[in-house]
């Protein structure tokens, strides 16, 4: 879940605004159930895995919101918390591709300049999702012909990928000549534009997580294992998250704004303790990740319409001034959702949140297991004790927060 922003978007201030802070660093899904589920995901781990997630089982906690203060630090960090899937059609979406790589070089835009300075695009779409070389190219050799998808994905994975983490991905002219055969005598510059990620790609970064989880394992470097694991626990609560598979993520597009911390942390906040069971029975070994991280946020799409229709339902019955109250956080006073209005939303939604925490406990644990396993189950005992000291990295992420500045589209 995402946090600092937004968070304060459905609380109102009616404090000192030197206040403000104190509440803006409340995250919402994040300090409580964030930290609830790295926490109790501990318990569904075998046994040659708890000797060691227990042992650091403060830090897995503490460290359960981490991903949500690198917001502050790096652009690349928004994205991983969401997915707009429902800007995709319909589900299952089935021409959304479920490898990273390949959605990206399907929603990327490839664009050329001229001689003259002029950008033009490089490709057209044609069916089955062939590009074609646009025909205002007449200079190149093969215009018109169809570019198979297969030959533009090589293309994308060998020349573009290693750039992304750039500002911009550009293609040297000879380069793009030499790999497709032809000659571009005017080409002046070729870049590559990404317009996947600003959509979010949460589901793809799972199983980005999973594969450096794993690595941690075969290096055996504990310190690298409990900060992946940490934040891996983040992202996989995030996909359980309804709201955060979806364009309209705080009820911004339907007149219901708030709803995005109303659901992820005001219900957990006035319910979970009393009333939620959170002994979720063992990890498992998740045999296929990519589908499983699918299916996941799948689900989560699947709940869209419940969490933003029951909520714009209530708020028609609810007298308006019986829908949010004043209430003290610490010492400051705060405009939120009543008590007896979030009874009424959490009682029309049945178990649902309650369900999706048991659900993101267990796909935690199945997370972590899984990772060791394909590691190779290497003997967690023999790990040195990576010590509670706060590095440079952490540090400097805390800087970053402090700085207030976040980094990216906020997805709550
Ligand atoms: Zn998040």
């Known amino acids: 879940m995402n946090l ?15 206040a403000l802070l104190a509440t803006a660093l409340a995250p ?25 997630y227990k042992k650091n089982i403060e830090y897995l906690t503490e460290h359960a919101v981490d991903p949500d203060m690198r917001r502050y630090a790096t652009r690349h960090e928004a994205p991983r918390h969401f997915m707009d899937l429902d800007r995709y059609g319909e589900p299952p979406f089935p021409t959304l591709p479920r490898h990273w790589a390949d959605a990206l070089a399907q929603f990327s835009e490839y664009y050329f300049i001229n001689e003259k300075n002029d950008t033009l695009p490089l490709f057209k779409r044609g069916p089955e999702g062939h590009l074609y070389l646009e025909d205002s190219l007449v200079f190149f050799e093969k215009t018109g012909q169809s ?21 911009n ?17 005017r080409c002046n510059g070729i870049f590559v534009v990404d317009k996947l990620s600003e959509h979010g790609i949460l589901p793809y970064h799972l199983n980005k997580m ?32 309804p709201l955060h598979t979806s364009q309209n993520y705080n009820g911004q597009l339907s007149g219901q704004d708030g709803i995005h911390a109303f659901w992820e942390t005001r219900l957990p ?18 045999e296929k990740p990519q589908d499983y991280f699918w ?21 028609r019955q609810f007298p308006p001034d019986r829908q949010f109250c004043n209430e003290m956080r610490g010492d400051v006073l705060v405009k939120t959702q009543c008590e007896d209005f979030a009874k009424a939303y959490s009682d029309r939604m049945g178990s649902m949140v309650e369900d999706r925490m048991r659900a993101a406990i267990v796909a935690t644990g199945s997370a972590w297991y899984t990772a060791w396993v394909l590691a190779g189950q290497p003997d967690l005992r023999s790990l040195a004790n990576p010590g509670s000291e706060e590095d440079e990295e952490q540090k400097e992420l805390e ?11 906020p997805h709550e």
């Open 210 to 241: 999973l594969n450096s989880l794993k690595y941690a394992f075969i290096e055996q470097d504990a310190k690298k294992i409990l900060r992946l694991s940490a934040d891996f626990g983040h992202y996989v609560a995030d996909a359980h998250v």
């Open 28 to 52: 919402p899904w994040g300090f409580y159930a964030h930290r609830k589920i790295n926490r109790q995901a501990v318990f569904t781990l075998p046994p040659e895995m708890i000797v060691f």
């Open 295 to 315: 299916d996941i946020v799948l689900k989560s799409h699947s709940y869209v319409d419940s969490v933003l229709g029951i909520e714009k339902d209530l708020r």
């Open 399 to 409: 800087q970053a927060v402090k700085s207030g500045k976040l980094l990216g589209r």
């Open 4 to 18: 600092y922003p937004r968070t304060v978007l459905p609380i109102l201030l009616l404090g000192a605004t030197g």
């Open 169 to 185: 991905w550009v293609v040297d002219c000879g380069v793009f000549s030499a790999r497709f055969g032809s000659v571009l005598p």
């Open 269 to 286: 906040e006035l319910f979970a303790e009393d009333t939620y069971d959170f002994w979720v029975g063992k990890a498992s070994l998740i």
């Open 147 to 167: 570019l198979p998808y297969d030959t533009l994905l090589a293309f994308f994975k060998s020349d573009i990928l290693p750039q992304y983490y750039e500002d």
